[in-house]
């Protein structure tokens, strides 16, 4: 009994240490658990503040939570490795550089669907930007072809009026020559026709003359007409009178002989004269004359008086035909009149004209002097014209060049440089495949970039073609067009569409 009531005591008493043990153990592990959980509080605090790198220390220390530390710290890896990713892969975007992408290797869960939907964001990004480049460079291209189209419209234009100008300031140049010289024809024509007026004054002071002239032979023919029949009807008389006279027929005779041969020499001079006075005075004399010695040779009247009769009739018959021909004379003078008349009239209208035309080539003078003049101050202004041209031609070189420069800056853009993508050197060139026209050839990759790349190739590729190459390792093609091809060195642009295509290949490259 007391045995038993001894082992149940010592029972109890082993009972109470191994309860000892146990309160010690439970403190023990109470300990690290509040040691873990503060710990965890620290660290989930630190992580909530943005401390990424807060992890909990010996964390294979605390016996069965250390798998919960564990998966605590794992999970902190895992939004660490997200942020990080994810800030690097948007850091590169907002570089332009697209082929960095999300690493999605670890990535679990709702990270995973993350770390997808950031590389989807990001290739969308990518296919926007290379659209915005290509834009932007569109738009650069097409202001740098309207600006050269401007500037060269305007530099051909400021050529051709400099041209024009120039051949503008030849011309004036002759014009003014020849102005000149015909102001000097001018002149002398001036000269010719007033010296011609002189004349033609000179010749109607002639002609007025002429006609006075022919009005006073006129007057004298007339007077000789009327002294011609006077002496008709004295022969007449005389006629009559030597009837009469029958005792000197005989003397009449011989003298109405000699008077005959006078009557025809007076006859004879009045024809060469023309002046009806002059030569028939003479004759005139004579006949009185021998009417005096008539007289005297009484005595022989008798047998002169028929040839005095027959003497008679012919001297009458000569001076009808004096009168005739004093008539005609008049006759004569009234034309010679009238036509020196009509010659005054004509003579006066001519000096009339010459003097007009005098008139006129003073003032044709005069004006093609001033066009001379204006010809010459047009040349100034025509080689002012030809200097401006020059300078603005001067100018618009300058302005190209200017243009030049900032289409050159403005390539320096990343906005408008479609070559902005980096491009990445490949040391040495890796091999590739180039298949174009049904043919497939080999090359090696220079240089490559998101947009393009620069093979190496012994072929020719006509620029604007479309081409397939095949990186080494590759199954897929990605497609291009070439762009340049010199000196074996094929410069290529990819197309957009391949952007998973090109970050792959570019990351691999880089």
Aim: hydrophobic letters at 40%; aromatic letters at 4%; charged letters at 25%.
């Amino acid at each position: 009994m007391l045995a038993n009531l001894m082992n149940r005591q010592k029972n109890k008493v082993e009972n109470i240490s191994n309860f000892d043990d146990e309160l010690t153990q439970i403190r023990e592990e109470n300990e690290l658990y509040k040691s873990a959980f503060s710990q965890i509080e620290d660290v989930s605090s630190r992580v909530a503040k943005g401390d990424l790198s807060a992890r909990v220390i010996y964390w294979d220390e605390f016996g069965a939570l250390s798998h919960v530390l564990a998966e605590v710290n794992r999970a902190y890896d895992m939004a660490d490795a997200f942020i990080r990713e994810s800030g690097a892969t948007l850091q590169h975007a907002a570089e332009g550089k697209f082929y960095r992408i999300f690493i999605e290797r670890g990535m679990l869960g709702d990270f995973k669907r993350g770390a997808t939907l950031t590389n989807t964001a990001q290739a969308h990004m990518a296919e926007m930007e290379t659209e915005r480049k290509q834009e932007m460079s569109a738009l650069a291209d097409n202001l740098e072809r309207e600006v050269k189209a401007a500037v060269d419209i305007v530099e051909k234009s400021s050529l051709s009026m400099g041209a024009k100008s120039e051949d503008m300031f030849n011309n004036l140049e002759e014009v003014t020559a020849q102005a000149r010289e015909v102001v000097e024809l001018s002149n002398n024509a001036t000269s010719n026709v007033e010296s011609c007026a002189a004349a033609v004054e000179e010749m109607s002071v002639s002609a007025q003359e002429i006609h006075r002239q022919v009005a006073t032979s006129r007057t004298a023919t007339v007077r000789a007409e009327e002294e011609a029949q006077r002496t008709k009807e004295i022969v007449q008389g005389l006629s009559a009178a030597s009837e009469e006279i029958g005792d000197i027929a005989n003397m009449i005779k011989d003298i109405a002989s000699r008077t005959n041969l006078l009557a025809l020499n007076a006859t004879i001079e009045a024809a060469r004269a023309g002046e009806a006075g002059k030569g028939f005075a003479v004759v005139a004399s004579e006949v009185k004359n021998l009417a005096n010695q008539t007289a005297e040779a009484t005595d022989r009247v008798d047998t002169q008086i028929t040839r005095i009769q027959h003497i008679a009739a012919e001297t009458t018959e000569a001076v009808d035909k004096i009168g005739d021909v004093i008539r005609e004379s008049g006759e004569i003078s009234v034309s010679v009149a009238s036509a020196a008349e009509e010659q005054l009239s004509a003579t006066q209208e001519i000096s009339h004209n010459v003097q007009e035309a005098a008139n006129s080539t003073r003032t044709s003078s005069t004006n093609v002097s001033d066009v001379a003049t204006k010809a010459d101050q047009s040349s100034g202004t025509a080689r002012e014209v030809a200097d401006e041209a020059d300078s603005v031609s001067k100018a618009i070189n300058f302005l190209s060049g200017k243009v030049n420069e900032i289409m050159s800056d403005l390539r320096g853009y990343e906005a408008f440089n479609r070559r902005k993508n980096e491009r990445y050197d490949v040391m040495p060139p890796s091999r590739c495949k180039v298949q174009y026209d049904g043919q497939m050839k080999t090359g090696g990759v220079a240089n490559i970039s998101r947009s393009g790349a620069a093979l190496q190739v012994d072929f020719d590729i006509p620029e604007g073609q479309t081409l397939n190459f095949v990186p080494d390792g590759w199954l897929s093609e990605i497609s291009a067009v070439v762009r340049g091809n010199e000196n074996g060195l094929l410069r290529i642009e990819f197309d957009s569409g391949q952007n998973d295509l090109l970050m792959k290949l570019v990351k691999e490259a880089a």
